[in-house]
């Protein structure tokens, strides 16, 4: 990456220089250029600026290469974790193999006990219908007794 980019998308800072650099060159400057003074905006020799500016550019590039290193070191981390996570996943796999036989004869005897019930279920209502048939065939047996009891008695011959 560029060290443009990484200081335009403020990854690492730009390189600082000192306060009386970085302010705008202003009337006082114009002012003593014409008073004669060469001095420029750096207060000391060229020698003095130059050392200054290539100071800031080594910790530039020092800030630059400790973010590349992290980002390489989390990258390995990373690889590292996905390498555990994929290996964890192994030993879970075996023990639910290991356990789906046990899930389906516990389903099977779930399946049973519900066709089970439904038997019973069915024997129950057979058995109430039966016990319904006899008491209703009970009933016409008395009515029909019961009729011709008065038929008798009322109806002469």
């Known amino acids: 990456m560029s060290e443009e980019f990484l200081h335009q998308h403020k990854i690492v800072p730009a ?3 000192p306060a009386h650099l970085r302010q705008p060159r202003g009337m006082d400057v ?3 250029r014409v008073k004669g003074d060469t001095g420029g905006v750096f207060p000391g020799n ?7 500016k290539a100071q800031a550019q080594q910790l530039s590039q020092a800030r630059l290469g400790a973010a590349q290193q ?3 070191e989390q990258a390995g981390l990373a690889a590292l ?4 996570l994929g290996a ?3 030993p879970q796999a075996q023990m639910l193999s290991a356990l789906a036989p046990g899930q389906t004869a516990a389903a099977a005897q779930q399946q ?3 066709y089970g019930t439904g038997l019973f279920g069915e024997a129950t209502a057979s058995g109430i219908d039966a016990l319904l048939g006899s008491a209703l065939g009970q009933a016409n047996l008395l009515g029909a007794a019961g ?3 008065l038929a008798g008695l009322f109806g002469g011959r």
């Open 147 to 149: 009729s011709g009891l």
């Open 81 to 84: 974790g996905q390498q555990y």
């Open 46 to 52: 060229p020698e003095a600026l130059a050392m200054q």
């Open 88 to 90: 964890g996943y192994v």
């Open 112 to 114: 049973a006990q519900l």
């Open 70 to 72: 992290a980002r390489q």
């Open 15 to 17: 390189p600082e220089f």
């Open 30 to 32: 114009a002012k003593r």
